[in-house]
């Protein structure tokens, strides 16, 4: 086997596909056009979100047996056409739901406590108790929407808190558990205090969270969203925001992030739905970082290398 390593991962990667006798090469700056030039030379690519690979790229790969995509989504990838060429995909969302879980859970207890806002305040010496007085989960409902890998681990961790309950809305039907009830959207849109984005990014999810979807809520929202930022119209989510329909959001994904997810925009004009977003109190922002501890990092080339191994070895 001989594998094209596209985007920098844990070395264990490289070492372990080393021990069960795979050739690896690595090419982290190569253009997508250098690159397929010669990826018809090799049987395996391992690959984060650098770019798109595309059928053209496929029709090229004429070796291709499998891609490893270090991370939770295939997006990035046609998978409709690497199936037809028989081509196994290989992603890693066990590798860092725990890390997504504890993250949406961190921005959800920061966001009900004003700790972003206090802090900025007492680190400027205003003491201000009263303007950060906070909300507790406790008897609260917390909605899940996608109740796979990202939505389990997160309602796993809300076990520790009095809530009043964790319901689930899914397209798929049987996959809830003892941590959440499944539900259907008209009972999930009738009870939810806080609503939790948890779903790929499909032609179906793309721009779900919309005026409409929101204002079918029976009452104010908090929101989160930890899954893919093209999932939301963030101008819908601003009105709002700024309604009180939806009383905060923590958004650890961005509508206006590229496909690579490493940058945002490509000029120096920042939207006006973004600029509110910065200047909010009751918004909290991180860089696409839900997943991306140390210990992810390592458990989703352990994901992969596991998986490929199963495959081929």
């Not at 389990?152 to 309950?165: I, N």
């Amino acid at each position: 086997m001989k594998v094209l390593h596209l985007d920098t991962n844990h070395p264990l990667l490289i070492e372990q596909f080393a021990a069960l006798g795979f050739q690896n090469d690595e090419d982290y700056t190569s253009s997508k056009i250098q690159v397929e030039q010669q990826i018809h030379e090799y049987d395996g690519i391992i690959i984060r979100s650098r770019f798109r690979i595309d059928a053209e790229f496929l029709e090229k790969a004429k070796k291709l047996k499998f891609i490893g995509r270090v991370g939770a989504g295939l997006e990035n990838i046609d998978i409709k056409y690497a199936r037809t060429k028989g081509v196994f995909l290989a992603s890693a969302p066990e590798g860092n739901r725990n890390a997504v879980g504890e993250h949406a859970l961190g921005m959800l207890l920061s966001l009900f406590n004003k700790l972003n806002k206090a802090d900025r305040e007492v680190r400027n010496g205003k003491w201000d108790r009263e303007g950060n007085r906070g909300v507790e989960l406790e008897g609260k409902t917390i909605g899940i929407i996608g109740y796979g890998n990202m939505g389990k681990a997160f309602s796993k961790k809300l076990r520790g808190f009095d809530v009043d309950e964790v319901i689930c809305y899914d397209i798929v039907g049987g996959v809830g558990d003892e941590n959440a009830r499944q539900v259907g959207i008209m009972e999930f849109q009738q009870k939810a205090d806080v609503v939790s984005l948890h779903v790929p990014q499909t032609k179906l999810t793309m721009g779900i969270i919309n005026t409409e979807f929101i204002n079918a809520f029976h009452k104010p929202i908090w929101f989160l969203n930890t899954a893919r930022g093209k999932c939301v119209i963030t101008e819908d989510l601003v009105k709002a925001l700024k309604s009180g329909k939806i009383l905060g959001a923590a958004l650890d994904v961005l509508e206006y992030e590229k496909t690579s997810f490493e940058d945002m925009f490509t000029d120096n004009q920042l939207p006006e739905a973004f600029q509110y977003l910065i200047n909010s109190e009751n918004v909290i922002l991180s860089p696409h970082v839900a997943g991306w501890t140390v210990d992810s990092k390592e458990k989703l080339a352990q994901t992969i290398v596991d998986k490929i191994k199963v495959r081929f070895c």
